[in-house]
């Protein structure tokens, strides 16, 4: 079985930082594109960056120049640094990975969530 683990969340003033942490373990063979989706109240799960295995990104829009994604294959763990946090960027934010254990079939797998709030 493989786990995702999120941390990092937490509440934050306007402008502020953030770096959220997903580390991915269990049986695992090889990790594929890894990313980050957000989820605010009432609205639906939106998809808010990505990394390949080979390191390069996408972004949302909304965030393009304030939050970087990357990655630690080492470790099997993938960051999102949230740089000039908006009220806007609350939200339940979710790691994903697309991950094959022994060679076999890819799938995509899901962290907990962890929640960012962003306040004065």
């Known amino acids: 079985q493989v786990q995702l683990v999120e941390s990092g969340g937490g509440l934050v003033q306007p402008g502020g930082s953030l770096r959220l942490s997903c580390a991915a373990s269990?049986?695992?063979?090889?990790?594929?594109?890894m990313g980050w989706y957000r989820q605010a109240p009432g609205k639906q799960r939106e998809w808010v960056a990505d990394?390949?295995?080979?390191?390069?990104?996408n972004y949302v829009d909304s965030v393009k120049g304030r939050f970087t994604i990357s990655r630690d294959n080492a470790k099997n763990t993938v960051y999102l640094q949230m740089n000039s946090l908006l009220p806007e960027d609350t939200a339940a934010y979710y790691c994903?990975?697309?991950?094959?254990?022994?060679?076999?079939?890819?799938?995509?797998?899901w962290g907990q969530g962890t929640q960012v709030t962003v306040s004065s």
């Open positions: 994903n990975a697309a991950i094959s254990s022994s060679g076999g079939y890819i799938n995509a797998y």
């Open positions: 269990g049986s695992i063979f090889r990790i594929y594109t």
């Open positions: 990394i390949t295995s080979g390191g390069s990104t």
